[in-house]
C-alpha cells in the first residue's frame, strides 16, 4: 500500500486544478544548485545507455569526501531506497523504531516480514529519545535512530547516542543512523557518527535530497565498514536504481563544498521567523534543530482547513505516537511564510 507523504504536488494539482503553496516537504528553501541542474541535464545525452551500476564515480567521490574506503560506500534512489535494502540484505531478528519517526523504516521491515518494535517518545518530554531506549536494545536487532528525528527535528543526546552504539554491539544489534537532515545543522559535522564506523556494528544512511532540492533525481548513499552487508544490500533491490543523470547530479554536488553552509545561513532567520508566526497563532513550536518545524496546532484538522486555502503542510496525526494536530511544516522563504500566515488567520478566523 502506497504510504502518505508530504510534497505530493501531483495529487493537490490533480485534484484541485491548481498550485498548492508546498509547506509538506523538507527541501533547501534556495532550490538545486545551478550547478548541480546543468551537470544532470547534460547527461541526458548519455541516458540512451544504462547507468554504471556501480556508481564508480559517485562511490570514489564520495569516499573521497567521506575520508572512508569505497567499498564502505552504497548509493543508491535515495536513503528509501537503501532502506528497503537494508531490511531485506540484513535479515535482522526485528526491528526497533521510535515512535514518531519516520515511516520508511517500519515500511521496510513490514515488506521484509520482519516484526517491528516501538519505543514511543514521550509528548511530555518533548519526544526526546532517554535512557530507556537503551533497555529496548536485544539481540539481532535493527535499529533506526534519526539524528535528527523526522518529524520532531530533535537530535538524540551525545553521550546516549553513543551509548546506543556500544550498547547494539555488545548485544549483538545493528545501529542505523539516519543523517539525511544532518548537514541543516552547524555543528553536524561534529555530531556524525562517521569516526564510530570502524568498530562495527553500524550503518550511516545519508542523502542528496533535502540539502540540495534533488528529490525528483532519488539520490542517497549509505556507509558501513561491514562490506559484506552493503554487498548483500547492493543484491536486495533492482540494477540500475541509480539514474545516470542522478550521478551526474551528485557529482556536482560534491563539488560544491560551501553549498550547506549557504543553506543554513539561509535558513536560520526564515526558521525563527516561521516559529514565531506559528507560535502566535497558537501552536506549541517543539524546539526541533532542523529544516523543519514540529508542532501542535490550536485545531486537529489545520492540515485539512489550509489545504482548502491552498497551503500544504504536513500532517502528523498519522505517525505512531501522534494523534490530531500533530504538524510539521518546512522552513520556505519569508514571503512563503507570510502567505501561509494569511491562510492561517483565515481559517484561525473561520474556525472561531
Not at 546543468?38 to 564508480?56: G, H, V
Not at 543512523?177 to 562495527?200: H, I
Request: aromatic share 10%; net charge positive.
Amino acid at each position: 500500500m502506497y504510504t502518505k507523504h508530504g510534497g505530493d504536488w501531483a495529487g493537490y494539482l490533480a485534484e484541485y486544478g491548481r498550485p498548492a503553496l508546498d509547506f509538506s516537504a523538507n527541501l533547501s528553501p534556495l532550490g538545486m544548485p545551478r550547478p548541480v541542474a546543468l551537470a544532470a541535464r547534460r547527461a541526458l545525452k548519455q541516458s540512451e545507455a544504462y547507468p554504471d551500476p556501480l556508481c564508480r564515480a559517485l562511490t570514489g567521490a564520495i569516499a573521497a569526501r567521506e575520508g572512508v574506503p569505497g567499498e564502505w560506500v552504497l548509493c543508491g534512489g535515495g536513503a528509501a531506497d537503501l532502506i528497503f535494502r537494508l531490511a531485506l540484505a540484513a535479515k535482522p531478528a526485528f526491528g526497533l523504531v521510535t515512535a514518531p519517526a519516520f515511516g520508511e523504516y517500519e515500511s521496510a521491515l513490514a515488506a521484509a516480514d520482519l516484526p517491528v518494535e516501538r519505543y514511543f517518545l514521550k509528548p511530555e518530554k518533548d519526544f526526546q529519545v532517554d535512557e530507556g531506549f537503551l533497555s529496548a536494545i536485544r539481540p539481532g536487532a535493527l535499529v533506526f535512530l534519526c539524528e535528527p528525528n523526522n518529524p520532531t527535528g530533535l537530535l538524540t543526546p551525545r553521550p546516549l547516542l553513543l551509548r546506543a552504539l556500544e550498547t547494539c554491539r555488545a548485544r549483538g544489534a545493528t545501529l542505523v543512523a539516519d543523517e539525511c537532515f544532518l548537514d541543516f545543522l552547524p555543528e553536524g559535522e561534529a555530531l556524525t557518527l562517521r569516526p564510530e564506523l570502524a568498530g562495527g556494528g553500524l550503518v550511516i544512511l545519508r542523502s542528496f535530497t533535502k540539502m540540495y532540492a534533488m528529490a525528483g533525481l532519488r539520490l542517497g548513499y549509505c556507509l558501513s565498514a561491514q562490506a559484506a552487508l552493503l554487498a548483500r544490500m547492493a543484491e536486495a533491490g533492482a540494477p540500475w536504481s541509480v539514474s545516470t543523470p542522478a550521478q551526474a547530479a551528485g557529482l556536482a554536488a560534491l563539488s560544491l563544498p560551501g553549498w550547506p553552509a549557504r543553506v543554513r545561513r539561509a535558513i536560520a532567520p526564515q526558521r525563527a521567523y516561521l516559529a514565531r508566526g506559528l507560535a502566535a497563532r497558537g501552536c506549541r513550536v517543539f524546539p526541533g534543530r532542523a529544516n523543519y518545524l514540529f508542532f501542535k496546532a490550536p485545531l486537529p484538522d489545520l492540515p485539512a482547513r489550509l489545504k482548502e486555502q491552498g497551503v500544504l503542510i504536513r500532517d502528523c496525526s498519522g505517525y505512531p505516537g501522534l494523534g490530531p494536530g500533530y504538524c510539521r511544516a518546512a522552513v520556505r522563504p519569508v514571503a512563503e511564510s507570510r502567505a501561509l500566515f494569511r491562510a492561517m488567520d483565515q481559517v484561525l478566523r473561520d474556525a472561531f
